[in-house]
C-alpha cells in the first residue's frame, strides 16, 4: 500500500497496539471496525531499512536477539511475560555488544560499542504521561536513540526499558535525521523492525518515506486530513 492510494485499515490484535494507540484508532474490535467504514483518511510517514518498511520502530542489538529467544520460549508454550523474562536472562549471560558506525549526510559519524540503537518511524516520548506515545506520525524524521556502553545490569535494565517503551533520555544518545546508514564488522546483522527479527546485509541503509501511507483513522481526532 506505500506511495499507492490505497489506504491501511488497522485492526488492533497485536501485542501492546502501539500503532492504534498513536492514530487514537479504538482498541474494542467492533469500533476498530467501524472506523474502517465511517473514518477519514490520514497520510503518515513509513520508515525503511535496507528497503523493508516499519510503521513503529526498527533497532539492533540486544533487542533481536531478545525477540528471537522470546520466540523460542513460546514456542515451548510459556506465556509472553514469561518467555520475555527468560529471554532477556538469556540475553544478559550470552550477548555481546555491537561495534557500529553510524553515518549521516555523508559526513557526521559516529563509531562506537552500543548496546542497541533504536530508530524510531517519529519521535518517541520518553518522560511524562506520554511515555512511550508519539505525539506525531507526519514529521518526516527517523529518531534515533543509540546506547552508550554499559554493564550487564545496567545493560538489562536498558533492554527492558527499551522493550516496553520506556527508555530513560538521561541514558541515551538521540538525534533526528531523515537519512542514514549504520556499518559494522560484521557483514550482516539481525534487525528487528516492529517485532519481527530479519538478517539484513550491512551498511544499513536507513530512511524516511514522508506522507508515504494512508491510514484509515476515526474523524474526530486532531490528525490533519490527507490532501
Known amino acids: 500500500m506505500i506511495g499507492t492510494k490505497t ?28 472506523n474502517i467504514f465511517t ?10 531499512v535496507n528497503g523493508r518498511p516499519f ?10 536477539f531478545i525477540v528471537r529467544q522470546r520466540e523460542k520460549q513460546q514456542s515451548k508454550g510459556r ?8 529471554a532477556a536472562w538469556h540475553a544478559l549471560l550470552r550477548y555481546s555488544p555491537l561495534y557500529v558506525n553510524l553515518q ?5 559519524e559516529i ?14 516520548q520518553l518522560s511524562g504521561l506520554h511515555i512511550g ?4 506520525l507526519d514529521a518526516g524524521k527517523l529518531w534515533v536513540y543509540r546506547a552508550p556502553r554499559a554493564t550487564r545490569t545496567k545493560l538489562l535494565r536498558l533492554a527492558i526499558q527499551a522493550f516496553v517503551g520506556q527508555e530513560s533520555p538521561s541514558d541515551l544518545e538521540m538525534f533526528d535525521t531523515e537519512e542514514f546508514w549504520i556499518g559494522a564488522k560484521g557483514r550482516r546483522l539481525s534487525v ?19 506522507r508515504a501511507l494512508g491510514v484509515i483513522v476515526p474523524s474526530h481526532d486532531d490528525l490533519q486530513p490527507a490532501i
Open 7 to 34: 489506504a491501511l485499515g488497522v485492526l488492533p490484535l497485536g501485542t501492546l497496539n502501539h500503532f492504534a494507540k498513536d492514530l487514537k484508532i479504538p482498541l474494542e474490535l467492533e469500533a476498530a471496525v467501524a
Open 39 to 48: 473514518g477519514r483518511v490520514t497520510q503518515i510517514d513509513v520508515g525503511e
Open 55 to 64: 510503521l513503529n520502530n526498527s533497532s539492533l542489538g540486544i533487542y533481536p
Open 79 to 86: 506465556g509472553k511475560w514469561v518467555a520475555f523474562a527468560e
Open 104 to 108: 549521516m549526510d555523508g559526513q557526521h
Open 111 to 124: 563509531a562506537d560499542e552500543t548496546p542497541f540503537v533504536f530508530i524510531g518511524n517519529n519521535r518517541y
Open 133 to 136: 506515545e508519539r505525539a506525531s
Open 192 to 210: 528487528a523492525t516492529d517485532g519481527e527479527v530479519a538478517v539484513l546485509n550491512t551498511p544499513l541503509h536507513y530512511r524516511s518515506l514522508p
